[in-house]
């Protein structure tokens, strides 16, 4: 079976998808409470997105014959630069969080990054969501 290239297109795509999954998540929590498998769910959901996200941007620049990405960082400035998002140092920070929650850091981050998922987070990838859909059409 053959593979489709990755276009910038399908990653919007994949991203937008994500992202009503995130939504979807975030008023389970508001309904129900947030509980220890809805917590993970809820960071999961969060870092599918996150990452889709920057595919999103890593080949909306490389269709503009940019050269790749040595990281999330980078990606993210050329981003804030070029008006995709409008709130730079939250997207750096999300960075920042994911990799603090990761197990190899013995932070206990997890109640944060919900509450950071939940107040922040989320709105920044729907703003994003906005500015790229304009950019494609």
Known sequence: MKTQPLTCEKCFDDF???LVELQEVIEEVKLKG???KLEQHLQRSFE???ELALNTMTEFFKKQGRPPYS???D???DAFNEELIDDGKGWLDMIIWRIKATPVYTEN???SITENILKNYV???ENFEKKMYDRLN
């Open 75 to 77: 990606v993210t400035l």
């Open 71 to 73: 990281g999330s960082r």
């Open 109 to 111: 981050t997890p109640n």
């Open 16 to 18: 937008q998808t994500s």
């Open 48 to 50: 599918i997105t996150h």
């Open 34 to 36: 947030i509980n220890p």
């Open 123 to 125: 709105h920044l990838f």
